[in-house]
């Protein structure tokens, strides 16, 4: 669905590329996290990927276009999320869903179905003016899905929105994607990457540094580990063990043996620790 | 299609934004000043005060002069405040002049002084000679002061004689004038038609940058040169109904609409096209203020030769709304030059197309700004 190779930007059309030879490919009804600390070069790969930036150099095909011409009608594949909030605040949200309707030539969704499902039901003829942060967030992200886009890109879809709301637009993704959409997920929330992404690349730099599945990352590069609470002496004792290494194996048995457990749970590296020991840069 | 949505969109966004009614209310207030404030001509007449210091004898034949070339033929009394006084005088009213003649002469030189205007003292003595004393402001021309000065030195045979001498052809007899309210109109349709769109549309692009909903369309099918060509439209035609809202209870059927509907589209093109270059350069008004305020100031200075005819340097007639006032005069003109309005029309929108053609170009590559 998506191919990238050697791909390459400079703002200033110098040597100081905000993307440096990129390259990837992603295959229908992937779902693709891309990954970095802020100025990383997302946005900006994000940018040419949907015709919002040119494309200097290198080659790029989105849902089967060249993006170095681009024709308007790629974007009927296209749906874009974007992080910052922009729908027009002097119109309603049915207004604002049933005016970018008009503006595909495929098969589009009920303004009022969409409005629904991202938790607005009643604010339909309320103006986006009036709506919380979150809510305009909420109405951008359903206009994103308006053309039953086959190619999605979501850009920090979850930002500012409260912990059940951000649950249901994490259903609303994974619902899309088992309709086969392929979705490009650009965050820097790694929790969201590992709860949906098939694979995630980290850039850093302008650099794509690495590209595999969350499952894979964590067993390559993090440690299986025990973390044991125990009573010894009256007090609670904590103790993390390696279930790899035969010396913390023999040590856990004599714990268990000896004293009484009082939680016991394995414990696995997350994207973000992996990130920081791939990049060895945080993702603040 | 795409197109109609867009513009049906920029309509319904107008209509609920602040700059619409903006537009709405100037063309208001300047028909509330054209029809209640502005009068229909200008009275240009000077004030003279003249002293009469002859006998009663003699006053008979002086009056009898004042009168005939008074319009009514009659003499009206007035009163003049004087130093905090009120004093009394009779005036005589000519196309030209209104004359004031007083019974002191005194009033008559401090009437000159605090009004900064012309006195006169016209003086008998007892063997019937007659001599004129003028009271001037000091900044006079010398041609006006020679002209008194031939009036008063050479006789009246010989002046006649020469006036009779001059072949005076009139090259336009038909020639219809505008009035002075109705010619003040080519201004404000030049400043409320195009200018106003100039500056509106460029405000209404910074609101679209705020919110962000640029790059929104631009992941749509519809091209950004629609988005950009549906505010062009909505603000052509505000400027259209606003320069209807002034013109017609002014002007009435006199004016040649269907040349001012084509000359409107064209101004107003490239006008907003200018707009919309200043706006592909800024990120919100604040900024893009100097610029815009200057350009306003620089395209109505062509408004100074309007009004004063003397003054009309060459360079003045290459700044754009040098036409647009010809134009809109032409229109308002009965029988004016539509040769001239549909040239300056196509210039117009000639011009129009390559500025909105260099800010598509422009709004294209600064998508994610």
Not at chain 2, 198 to 212: H, N, P, R, V
Not at chain 2, 235 to 262: A, E, F, H, R, W
Not at chain 2, 265 to 293: E, M, N, P, R
């Amino acid at each position: 669905m998506i191919k990238v190779e050697n791909l390459h930007h400079s703002y200033n059309n110098d040597e100081e590329y905000a993307v440096k030879d990129a390259s990837f490919k992603i295959p229908q009804g992937e779902i693709f996290g891309f990954l970095g600390p802020s100025g990383a070069g997302k946005s900006t790969t994000q940018g040419i990927l949907t015709g919002l930036l040119p494309l200097q150099k290198g080659i790029v095909t989105v849902a089967g276009y060249d993006v170095k011409t681009i024709k308007r009608k790629m974007f009927n594949k296209i749906g874009m999320s974007f992080e910052q909030s922009n729908v027009y605040s002097k119109m309603t949200a049915k207004e604002n869903l049933d005016f970018y309707k008009k503006l595909f030539d495929v098969e589009t969704r009920d303004s009022e179905e969409l409005i629904k499902l991202v938790g607005l039901d009643g604010k339909e003829n309320v103006r986006a003016g009036e709506f919380s942060k979150g809510m305009k967030h909420r109405l951008t992200f359903a206009r994103s899905m308006i053309n039953n886009p086959e190619l999605w890109f979501l850009d920090e879809p979850t930002t500012g929105l409260d912990p059940a709301i951000a649950a249901d637009i994490k259903d609303i993704i994974r619902e899309q994607n088992k309709k086969g959409v392929t979705i490009f997920l650009t965050t820097h929330n790694m929790f969201i990457a590992d709860e949906l992404c098939n694979r995630v690349a980290f850039i850093v730099d302008g650099e794509i540094k690495l590209i595999d599945s969350p499952k894979k990352l964590k067993l390559e590069y993090g440690e299986q580990l025990v973390e044991v609470e125990y009573q010894k002496n009256g007090d609670i004792a904590t103790e993390t063990f390696s279930t790899v290494l035969a010396e913390d194996k023999k040590r856990l048995q004599d714990v268990i043996a000896k004293y009484d457990i009082q939680s016991m749970h394995t414990k696995e590296a997350t994207l973000e620790e992996i990130f920081i020991k791939v990049t060895g840069r945080g993702l603040a | 299609m795409k197109l109609w949505h867009s513009f049906k969109k920029e309509i319904l966004l107008a209509t609920r934004g602040f700059y619409f009614y903006v537009e709405i209310a100037m063309a208001g207030l300047f028909l509330f000043l054209l029809l209640f404030v502005i009068p229909e001509n200008f009275d240009h007449r000077v004030d003279e005060y003249l002293f009469y210091d002859v006998p009663d004898s003699a006053w008979g034949y002086f009056e009898s002069e004042l009168l005939e070339m008074d319009e009514d033929g009659s003499a009206e009394v007035v009163e003049i405040e004087l130093d905090k006084k009120i004093i009394s005088g009779s005036l005589y009213q000519t196309e030209e002049n209104n004359y004031y003649v007083l019974d002191d002469q005194r009033q008559a030189i401090s009437l000159a002084d605090s009004e900064r205007a012309f006195a006169g003292v016209i003086h008998m003595d007892e063997l019937g000679e007659v001599t004129y004393t003028y009271y001037m402001q000091g900044y006079e021309t010398d041609r006006l002061r020679n002209i008194y000065a031939v009036f008063h030195n050479e006789s009246m045979d010989v002046l006649e004689s020469a006036f009779d001498a001059q072949d005076v052809q009139v090259l336009h007899e038909d020639q219809v004038l505008l009035s002075d309210r109705q010619n003040i109109l080519p201004s404000f349709l030049t400043f409320n038609g195009s200018l106003m769109g100039m500056f509106i549309l460029a405000s209404y692009i910074f609101l679209d940058k705020k919110e962000g909903v640029i790059k929104a369309y631009a992941v749509t099918t519809s091209p950004v040169w629609q988005y950009l060509l549906s505010k062009v439209g909505v603000i052509t035609l505000t400027s259209l109904v606003t320069s209807l809202i002034i013109t017609i209870p002014v002007m009435g059927t006199q004016p040649n609409y269907l040349g001012m509907l084509v000359f409107l589209l064209g101004t107003g093109f490239a006008a907003s096209a200018l707009g919309l270059v200043i706006a592909s350069y800024f990120d919100d008004i604040t900024h893009s203020f100097g610029v815009l305020f200057g350009l306003v100031i620089f395209l109505m200075l062509p408004n100074i030769a309007y009004f004063i005819p003397t003054w009309d340097p060459i360079w003045m007639k290459y700044i754009p709304t040098y036409a647009m006032l010809e134009g809109f005069k032409e229109i308002l003109l009965p029988g004016g030059d539509m040769a001239y309005i549909l040239m300056a029309s196509f210039g117009f929108f000639i011009a129009g197309l390559v500025l909105f053609l260099f800010a598509n170009m422009r709004f294209k590559k600064t998508l994610t700004i």
